[in-house]
């Protein structure tokens, strides 16, 4: 299980990467729609394409963080258990991952 100590320092930790994130987030265009993109060279790097996907990956994380932070606050005996199959989040993974709600064997997926 993992202790209040550890879980109020990946609190911390999470709190801290969801601000960076949404600064992130924030800093990039909405998407838009894909009539309105601009008309770009075959060979280069399409922007619309790349800041939609910056969108969508920081936008995951953030929901993931959020689902880490909720479980922390609202049931924290919970903290640290694989929603998927009950087992628990080996501690190395907590500390590379602190928005882990699974385990490296089960998808991480919402
Ligand atoms: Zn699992």
Redesign the pocket.
Known sequence: MVSEDVREEYKRRLLSKREILKNNLSSLCVPQQEDERREVGNYEPDPWIFNNACFIVLQRSISQIDRALDILKNDPQRYGI?E??C?HIPAERLEIMPQAT??A??PNYI
């Open positions: 694989c998927k199959c087992q699974a385990c064997v089960c």
